[in-house]
Protein backbone atom coordinates (compact mmCIF):
# COMPACT_ATOMS: atom_id res chain seq x y z
CA UNK A 1 0.00 0.00 0.00
CA UNK A 2 0.90 3.74 -0.61
CA UNK A 3 0.23 4.71 2.92
CA UNK A 4 0.49 8.25 1.45
CA UNK A 5 -0.47 10.10 4.71
CA UNK A 6 2.32 7.99 6.86
CA UNK A 7 4.97 9.76 4.37
CA UNK A 8 3.74 12.93 4.36
CA UNK A 9 4.67 13.04 8.35
CA UNK A 10 7.09 10.31 8.17
CA UNK A 11 9.11 13.36 5.82
CA UNK A 12 8.07 16.52 7.63
CA UNK A 13 8.64 15.20 11.11
CA UNK A 14 11.65 12.75 10.61
CA UNK A 15 13.10 13.17 7.50
CA UNK A 16 13.31 16.88 6.36
CA UNK A 17 15.22 19.88 8.37
CA UNK A 18 12.95 22.09 10.57
CA UNK A 19 12.87 25.96 9.35
CA UNK A 20 13.45 26.90 12.51
CA UNK A 21 17.53 25.20 11.75
CA UNK A 22 17.14 25.94 7.99
CA UNK A 23 16.82 30.27 9.40
CA UNK A 24 19.91 29.52 11.53
CA UNK A 25 21.98 27.85 9.28
CA UNK A 26 21.03 31.14 6.94
CA UNK A 27 22.06 34.04 9.41
CA UNK A 28 25.19 31.85 10.44
CA UNK A 29 26.46 31.89 6.67
CA UNK A 30 25.29 35.52 6.75
CA UNK A 31 28.03 35.91 9.48
CA UNK A 32 30.69 33.91 7.83
CA UNK A 33 30.37 35.61 4.74
CA UNK A 34 30.41 39.33 6.93
CA UNK A 35 33.87 38.42 7.81
CA UNK A 36 35.30 37.39 4.85
CA UNK A 37 33.95 40.72 2.95
CA UNK A 38 35.15 42.81 5.89
CA UNK A 39 38.34 40.83 6.16
CA UNK A 40 41.50 43.28 5.28
CA UNK A 41 43.38 40.67 3.05
CA UNK A 42 41.06 39.28 1.00
CA UNK A 43 37.69 41.34 1.71
CA UNK A 44 38.01 42.68 -1.46
CA UNK A 45 38.47 39.82 -3.55
CA UNK A 46 34.91 39.15 -2.58
CA UNK A 47 32.31 38.91 -5.01
CA UNK A 48 29.65 36.72 -3.82
CA UNK A 49 28.14 33.49 -2.01
CA UNK A 50 26.31 30.65 -3.68
CA UNK A 51 24.38 27.95 -1.88
CA UNK A 52 25.64 24.49 -3.37
CA UNK A 53 24.69 21.11 -2.54
CA UNK A 54 21.51 19.85 -0.55
CA UNK A 55 21.36 23.55 0.60
CA UNK A 56 20.47 24.57 -2.90
CA UNK A 57 18.79 21.62 -3.95
CA UNK A 58 16.56 21.59 -1.05
CA UNK A 59 17.27 17.87 -0.37
CA UNK A 60 19.13 18.84 3.41
CA UNK A 61 18.02 16.47 5.69
CA UNK A 62 17.90 16.30 9.77
CA UNK A 63 20.72 14.75 10.97
CA UNK A 64 20.42 11.46 12.26
CA UNK A 65 20.47 10.61 16.14
CA UNK A 66 21.43 14.38 16.47
CA UNK A 67 24.49 14.30 14.49
CA UNK A 68 25.70 17.67 12.51
CA UNK A 69 24.54 18.37 9.67
CA UNK A 70 26.18 20.09 6.91
CA UNK A 71 25.74 22.35 4.29
CA UNK A 72 28.07 23.98 1.47
CA UNK A 73 28.17 27.30 -0.23
CA UNK A 74 30.43 28.61 -2.75
CA UNK A 75 33.05 31.55 -1.88
CA UNK A 76 32.76 33.55 -5.57
CA UNK A 77 36.20 35.36 -5.57
CA UNK A 78 38.36 37.63 -7.61
CA UNK A 79 40.80 35.97 -9.54
CA UNK A 80 45.04 36.78 -8.43
CA UNK A 81 46.93 36.43 -11.35
CA UNK A 82 50.27 35.54 -9.27
CA UNK A 83 48.64 32.93 -7.11
CA UNK A 84 48.78 28.93 -7.33
CA UNK A 85 45.40 27.63 -7.12
CA UNK A 86 46.37 26.25 -3.17
CA UNK A 87 46.39 30.24 -2.01
CA UNK A 88 42.81 30.61 -2.45
CA UNK A 89 42.40 28.09 0.09
CA UNK A 90 45.77 29.06 2.48
CA UNK A 91 44.21 32.65 2.60
CA UNK A 92 40.56 31.69 3.23
CA UNK A 93 41.52 29.84 6.18
CA UNK A 94 44.03 32.74 7.26
CA UNK A 95 40.86 35.27 7.35
CA UNK A 96 39.13 32.56 9.80
CA UNK A 97 42.23 32.52 11.89
CA UNK A 98 42.17 36.47 12.26
CA UNK A 99 38.66 36.06 13.48
CA UNK A 100 38.03 35.64 17.11
CA UNK A 101 34.51 34.10 16.15
CA UNK A 102 36.09 31.92 13.99
CA UNK A 103 39.71 31.20 14.60
CA UNK A 104 38.77 28.02 16.66
CA UNK A 105 36.23 26.54 14.51
CA UNK A 106 37.67 26.51 11.17
CA UNK A 107 39.39 23.74 9.85
CA UNK A 108 41.06 23.26 6.27
CA UNK A 109 39.75 20.59 3.71
CA UNK A 110 40.92 19.78 0.34
CA UNK A 111 38.27 21.92 -0.70
CA UNK A 112 36.41 23.86 0.98
CA UNK A 113 37.20 25.53 4.90
CA UNK A 114 35.30 24.08 7.21
CA UNK A 115 33.64 25.87 9.79
CA UNK A 116 32.26 23.70 12.84
CA UNK A 117 29.32 24.37 15.41
CA UNK A 118 29.75 21.81 18.20
CA UNK A 119 26.69 19.41 18.05
CA UNK A 120 24.56 21.13 15.62
CA UNK A 121 26.06 21.45 12.25
CA UNK A 122 29.08 22.23 9.91
CA UNK A 123 29.32 25.17 6.74
CA UNK A 124 32.10 24.13 3.87
CA UNK A 125 33.57 27.28 2.56
CA UNK A 126 34.47 26.18 -1.12
CA UNK A 127 36.72 28.84 -2.88
CA UNK A 128 35.02 29.23 -6.32
CA UNK A 129 36.75 31.48 -9.46
CA UNK A 130 35.93 32.54 -12.98
CA UNK A 131 39.24 32.95 -14.43
CA UNK A 132 39.89 34.86 -17.44
CA UNK A 133 39.05 32.41 -19.79
CA UNK A 134 35.58 31.86 -18.45
CA UNK A 135 36.15 28.53 -16.64
CA UNK A 136 34.56 28.33 -13.54
CA UNK A 137 36.59 26.07 -10.96
CA UNK A 138 37.26 25.31 -7.18
CA UNK A 139 40.65 24.11 -5.97
CA UNK A 140 42.21 20.94 -5.26
CA UNK A 141 44.37 21.84 -2.42
CA UNK A 142 46.39 18.32 -2.73
CA UNK A 143 47.09 18.62 -5.87
CA UNK A 144 47.41 22.63 -6.43
CA UNK A 145 45.04 21.98 -9.16
CA UNK A 146 42.12 24.08 -10.21
CA UNK A 147 38.66 21.59 -10.73
CA UNK A 148 36.25 23.01 -13.18
CA UNK A 149 32.88 23.35 -11.93
CA UNK A 150 29.22 24.25 -13.21
CA UNK A 151 27.18 24.81 -9.34
CA UNK A 152 24.21 26.98 -11.10
CA UNK A 153 23.94 24.36 -14.41
CA UNK A 154 23.96 21.51 -11.45
CA UNK A 155 21.16 22.94 -9.84
CA UNK A 156 19.36 23.78 -12.74
CA UNK A 157 19.44 20.34 -13.60
CA UNK A 158 18.05 19.43 -10.33
CA UNK A 159 14.94 21.40 -10.58
CA UNK A 160 14.39 20.13 -14.46
CA UNK A 161 14.55 16.78 -13.17
CA UNK A 162 12.49 17.59 -10.00
CA UNK A 163 9.98 19.48 -12.87
CA UNK A 164 9.75 16.26 -14.55
CA UNK A 165 9.16 13.94 -11.55
CA UNK A 166 6.19 16.00 -10.52
CA UNK A 167 8.24 17.69 -7.27
CA UNK A 168 8.54 13.68 -6.12
CA UNK A 169 12.21 13.56 -6.85
CA UNK A 170 13.44 15.63 -3.85
CA UNK A 171 11.52 13.54 -1.47
CA UNK A 172 12.97 10.09 -3.07
CA UNK A 173 16.69 12.06 -2.59
CA UNK A 174 15.68 12.84 1.02
CA UNK A 175 14.05 9.30 2.17
CA UNK A 176 17.90 7.97 0.26
CA UNK A 177 19.92 9.70 2.37
CA UNK A 178 17.73 8.92 5.36
CA UNK A 179 18.04 5.16 4.65
CA UNK A 180 21.90 5.67 4.37
CA UNK A 181 22.23 6.95 7.62
CA UNK A 182 19.69 5.31 9.44
CA UNK A 183 20.74 2.00 7.81
CA UNK A 184 24.50 2.77 7.97
CA UNK A 185 25.04 -0.12 5.54
CA UNK A 186 26.14 1.08 2.55
CA UNK A 187 28.24 4.98 1.77
CA UNK A 188 27.89 6.98 -0.64
CA UNK A 189 28.53 11.05 -1.23
CA UNK A 190 25.08 12.84 -1.76
CA UNK A 191 26.40 14.33 -4.89
CA UNK A 192 26.82 10.86 -6.41
CA UNK A 193 23.58 9.72 -5.01
CA UNK A 194 21.57 12.56 -6.22
CA UNK A 195 23.25 12.09 -9.59
CA UNK A 196 22.35 8.44 -9.47
CA UNK A 197 18.97 9.07 -9.07
CA UNK A 198 18.59 12.54 -11.09
CA UNK A 199 19.67 10.47 -13.87
CA UNK A 200 16.89 7.90 -13.53
CA UNK A 201 13.96 10.23 -14.23
CA UNK A 202 12.64 9.40 -17.49
CA UNK A 203 10.17 10.87 -19.77
CA UNK A 204 7.78 8.25 -20.05
CA UNK A 205 4.11 8.56 -18.61
CA UNK A 206 5.66 10.72 -16.05
CA UNK A 207 1.73 11.63 -14.85
CA UNK A 208 1.78 8.01 -13.49
CA UNK A 209 5.27 6.80 -12.76
CA UNK A 210 5.87 10.13 -10.55
CA UNK A 211 2.33 10.64 -9.11
CA UNK A 212 2.84 10.47 -5.40
CA UNK A 213 6.46 9.73 -3.31
CA UNK A 214 6.02 6.05 -3.02
CA UNK A 215 5.17 5.37 -6.42
CA UNK A 216 8.20 7.54 -7.50
CA UNK A 217 10.51 5.84 -4.65
CA UNK A 218 9.66 2.62 -6.10
CA UNK A 219 9.90 3.80 -9.81
CA UNK A 220 13.57 4.97 -9.75
CA UNK A 221 14.93 2.69 -7.07
CA UNK A 222 13.50 0.02 -10.08
CA UNK A 223 15.16 1.44 -12.45
CA UNK A 224 19.04 2.66 -10.60
CA UNK A 225 18.58 -1.14 -10.02
CA UNK A 226 18.29 -2.33 -13.73
CA UNK A 227 21.31 0.45 -14.56
CA UNK A 228 23.43 -1.32 -11.57
CA UNK A 229 23.14 -4.12 -12.87
CA UNK A 230 24.90 -3.57 -16.17
CA UNK A 231 27.95 -2.35 -14.31
CA UNK A 232 30.27 -4.91 -12.09
CA UNK A 233 32.64 -2.45 -12.40
CA UNK A 234 32.45 1.41 -11.49
CA UNK A 235 31.49 3.39 -14.69
CA UNK A 236 32.93 6.88 -15.15
CA UNK A 237 30.28 9.20 -13.09
CA UNK A 238 30.59 12.52 -14.63
CA UNK A 239 28.92 15.68 -13.64
CA UNK A 240 25.31 16.04 -15.32
CA UNK A 241 26.24 19.85 -16.16
CA UNK A 242 30.19 19.60 -16.60
CA UNK A 243 30.85 16.64 -18.49
CA UNK A 244 34.70 17.14 -18.44
CA UNK A 245 34.07 16.90 -14.38
CA UNK A 246 33.40 13.57 -13.18
CA UNK A 247 32.82 12.32 -9.57
CA UNK A 248 35.14 9.23 -9.19
CA UNK A 249 37.65 10.39 -7.42
CA UNK A 250 34.70 10.82 -4.05
CA UNK A 251 33.99 7.00 -4.37
CA UNK A 252 35.75 3.68 -5.10
CA UNK A 253 35.28 0.22 -5.91
CA UNK A 254 34.33 -1.69 -2.67
CA UNK A 255 31.63 1.04 -1.70
CA UNK A 256 29.78 1.08 -5.24
CA UNK A 257 30.12 -2.51 -5.22
CA UNK A 258 28.35 -2.37 -1.77
CA UNK A 259 25.60 0.53 -2.65
CA UNK A 260 24.80 -1.84 -5.82
CA UNK A 261 23.74 -4.92 -3.78
CA UNK A 262 21.51 -2.62 -0.71
CA UNK A 263 19.52 -0.90 -3.60
CA UNK A 264 19.04 -4.28 -5.06
CA UNK A 265 17.77 -5.42 -1.61
CA UNK A 266 15.88 -2.05 -0.56
CA UNK A 267 14.21 -2.21 -4.08
CA UNK A 268 12.96 -5.51 -3.47
CA UNK A 269 11.82 -4.09 -0.18
CA UNK A 270 10.09 -1.03 -1.24
CA UNK A 271 8.59 -3.02 -3.85
CA UNK A 272 7.26 -5.88 -1.53
CA UNK A 273 5.97 -3.05 0.67
CA UNK A 274 4.39 -1.07 -1.91
CA UNK A 275 2.30 -4.42 -3.58
CA UNK A 276 1.24 -5.67 -0.32
CA UNK A 277 -2.65 -4.89 0.01
CA UNK A 278 -3.01 -5.57 3.92
CA UNK A 279 -2.33 -2.53 5.78
CA UNK A 280 -0.79 -4.07 8.92
CA UNK A 281 1.76 -5.92 7.04
CA UNK A 282 2.47 -3.28 4.47
CA UNK A 283 3.65 -0.70 7.53
CA UNK A 284 5.55 -3.80 8.25
CA UNK A 285 7.37 -3.79 5.65
CA UNK A 286 7.77 0.21 4.77
CA UNK A 287 9.79 -0.24 8.41
CA UNK A 288 11.80 -2.47 7.56
CA UNK A 289 12.69 0.13 5.15
CA UNK A 290 12.79 3.15 7.10
CA UNK A 291 13.05 2.04 10.93
CA UNK A 292 9.50 2.43 13.28
CA UNK A 293 10.14 5.75 13.17
CA UNK A 294 7.65 5.12 9.96
CA UNK A 295 4.27 5.15 11.56
CA UNK A 296 0.88 6.17 11.63
CA UNK A 297 -0.08 10.03 11.34
CA UNK A 298 -0.63 11.43 14.79
CA UNK A 299 -3.94 13.43 13.81
CA UNK A 300 -6.70 12.77 11.77
CA UNK A 301 -7.17 15.89 10.00
CA UNK A 302 -2.87 15.85 9.21
CA UNK A 303 -3.81 12.03 7.80
CA UNK A 304 -6.59 13.36 5.39
CA UNK A 305 -4.84 16.51 4.18
CA UNK A 306 -1.34 14.68 2.96
CA UNK A 307 -3.17 11.95 1.04
CA UNK A 308 -5.37 14.31 -0.76
CA UNK A 309 -3.01 15.10 -3.17
CA UNK A 310 -2.82 17.43 -5.95
CA UNK A 311 -3.58 15.55 -9.64
CA UNK A 312 -0.41 15.05 -11.66
CA UNK A 313 -1.13 15.79 -15.25
CA UNK A 314 0.92 17.04 -18.53
CA UNK A 315 0.60 20.28 -19.66
CA UNK A 316 -2.06 21.17 -22.10
CA UNK A 317 -0.56 19.15 -25.44
CA UNK A 318 0.31 21.46 -28.58
CA UNK A 319 -2.10 20.96 -31.59
CA UNK A 320 1.16 18.44 -33.58
CA UNK A 321 2.59 17.45 -30.44
CA UNK A 322 3.04 13.12 -29.94
CA UNK A 323 4.26 11.71 -26.84
CA UNK A 324 6.56 8.39 -27.25
CA UNK A 325 4.70 6.54 -25.48
CA UNK A 326 1.82 6.68 -28.01
CA UNK A 327 4.61 4.86 -30.82
CA UNK A 328 3.83 1.10 -30.09
CA UNK A 329 7.03 0.55 -27.55
CA UNK A 330 7.13 -0.92 -24.48
CA UNK A 331 9.32 0.62 -21.54
CA UNK A 332 12.75 -0.90 -20.60
CA UNK A 333 14.81 1.15 -19.42
CA UNK A 334 17.93 0.54 -17.36
CA UNK A 335 20.40 2.57 -19.53
CA UNK A 336 20.95 5.99 -19.53
CA UNK A 337 21.33 8.99 -22.29
CA UNK A 338 22.23 12.64 -22.02
CA UNK A 339 21.66 15.31 -24.18
CA UNK A 340 24.54 18.03 -24.92
CA UNK A 341 23.76 21.35 -26.06
CA UNK A 342 25.97 23.59 -27.61
CA UNK A 343 25.77 27.26 -28.54
CA UNK A 344 27.12 27.82 -31.34
CA UNK A 345 30.19 31.22 -32.18
CA UNK A 346 27.84 34.05 -33.55
CA UNK A 347 29.72 37.68 -33.51
CA UNK A 348 28.57 39.59 -30.22
CA UNK A 349 27.32 36.46 -28.27
CA UNK A 350 27.91 34.34 -26.00
CA UNK A 351 28.61 30.84 -26.99
CA UNK A 352 29.42 27.15 -25.53
CA UNK A 353 28.03 24.33 -24.03
CA UNK A 354 24.21 25.64 -22.67
CA UNK A 355 24.49 23.85 -19.31
CA UNK A 356 26.73 26.58 -18.50
CA UNK A 357 25.24 30.04 -20.36
CA UNK A 358 21.92 28.90 -18.56
CA UNK A 359 19.98 30.36 -21.31
CA UNK A 360 20.59 31.77 -24.49
CA UNK A 361 19.09 34.64 -26.91
CA UNK A 362 16.87 34.97 -30.03
CA UNK A 363 18.61 34.53 -33.45
CA UNK A 364 21.18 31.73 -32.46
CA UNK A 365 22.21 28.90 -33.69
CA UNK A 366 22.22 25.46 -31.36
CA UNK A 367 23.76 21.65 -31.98
CA UNK A 368 22.63 18.59 -29.33
CA UNK A 369 24.34 15.64 -29.54
CA UNK A 370 23.97 12.57 -27.58
CA UNK A 371 25.91 10.57 -25.06
CA UNK A 372 24.38 6.93 -24.20
CA UNK A 373 25.33 3.44 -22.61
CA UNK A 374 23.55 1.75 -25.58
CA UNK A 375 25.33 -0.24 -27.96
CA UNK A 376 24.85 0.22 -31.56
CA UNK A 377 22.58 -0.11 -33.20
CA UNK A 378 19.52 1.21 -31.87
CA UNK A 379 17.16 3.85 -33.42
CA UNK A 380 17.41 7.78 -31.75
CA UNK A 381 14.01 9.72 -31.38
CA UNK A 382 13.92 13.40 -31.39
CA UNK A 383 11.35 15.86 -29.59
CA UNK A 384 11.37 19.65 -29.45
CA UNK A 385 8.71 21.14 -27.82
CA UNK A 386 8.23 25.05 -28.13
CA UNK A 387 6.47 27.57 -25.43
CA UNK A 388 5.78 30.83 -24.89
CA UNK A 389 3.33 33.72 -26.23
CA UNK A 390 5.51 34.05 -29.13
CA UNK A 391 5.67 30.60 -30.29
CA UNK A 392 1.96 29.90 -29.57
CA UNK A 393 1.03 33.49 -32.20
CA UNK A 394 3.22 31.83 -34.89
CA UNK A 395 1.71 28.79 -34.61
CA UNK A 396 5.06 27.07 -33.58
CA UNK A 397 4.54 25.49 -30.60
CA UNK A 398 6.01 21.92 -32.37
CA UNK A 399 6.33 18.63 -30.30
CA UNK A 400 6.28 16.14 -33.30
CA UNK A 401 8.73 13.55 -32.26
CA UNK A 402 11.28 12.80 -35.28
CA UNK A 403 13.79 10.29 -35.97
CA UNK A 404 17.51 10.63 -36.74
CA UNK A 405 17.14 8.87 -40.10
CA UNK A 406 20.79 9.63 -41.19
CA UNK A 407 22.56 7.94 -37.80
CA UNK A 408 24.36 11.49 -36.96
CA UNK A 409 23.31 11.48 -33.52
CA UNK A 410 23.37 15.25 -33.91
CA UNK A 411 20.84 17.97 -34.62
CA UNK A 412 20.39 21.42 -35.11
CA UNK A 413 18.47 24.64 -34.45
CA UNK A 414 17.72 28.00 -34.46
CA UNK A 415 16.33 30.15 -31.46
CA UNK A 416 13.05 31.83 -33.32
CA UNK A 417 11.17 32.57 -30.12
CA UNK A 418 11.57 33.83 -26.65
CA UNK A 419 10.34 31.39 -23.93
CA UNK A 420 11.23 28.32 -21.79
CA UNK A 421 11.29 25.34 -24.47
CA UNK A 422 12.45 21.92 -24.51
CA UNK A 423 14.06 19.02 -26.89
CA UNK A 424 14.02 15.66 -25.77
CA UNK A 425 15.88 12.17 -26.83
CA UNK A 426 14.58 8.97 -26.44
CA UNK A 427 16.94 5.34 -27.70
CA UNK A 428 14.54 2.85 -29.23
CA UNK A 429 15.46 -1.03 -29.99
CA UNK A 430 13.75 -4.09 -30.38
CA UNK A 431 10.87 -1.70 -30.11
CA UNK A 432 11.85 -0.39 -26.74
CA UNK A 433 13.14 2.53 -25.01
CA UNK A 434 15.72 2.05 -23.38
CA UNK A 435 16.55 5.52 -22.06
CA UNK A 436 15.27 9.35 -22.26
CA UNK A 437 16.47 12.50 -21.60
CA UNK A 438 15.38 16.54 -21.31
CA UNK A 439 17.14 19.19 -21.89
CA UNK A 440 15.34 22.81 -21.15
CA UNK A 441 16.16 25.91 -23.98
CA UNK A 442 15.39 29.18 -22.24
CA UNK A 443 15.41 31.81 -25.20
CA UNK A 444 15.48 35.45 -24.05
Known sequence: MKLLAYFSEFLADTVNLNQTRLGLLKDRVGAITSTLKT??????????????????????????????????FLLHMEEMEDWKPKDYLREVRAAFKRSATYKEKVTKKNRCCRIVYAGDCHVDVVPYITLADGREVIVNYADNEFEDTNPQGFTDWMKEKD????????????????????????RVPSVILTTLLGERVQTWHEATRY???????????????????????????????????TFNHRWNQDQYGNFRNKIKLYSSWVTEA??????????????????????????????LTASSGLPTTREARAPYEQYIEEFGFNWKGGHKVRINAQVLPKAGFRHGSLRRLRRVSTLQSLHFTITTDVPEPYDLYWKVRNRGPEATAHGQLRGEITLDEDRSRSRKETTSWKGQHYVEAYIVKDGRVLATDHHDVVIN
Open 39 to 72: DSQIGNLYRTHIPQGSWAHRTIIKPFNNHEFDAD
Open 163 to 186: GLANGQLRRVIKLLKYVRDYKQTF
Open 211 to 245: SDTPTALKTILADLDAWLDLYPLMPPLPDPSCPET
Open 274 to 303: FDEDDKTLSLAAWQRVFGTSFQQPSSVQKS
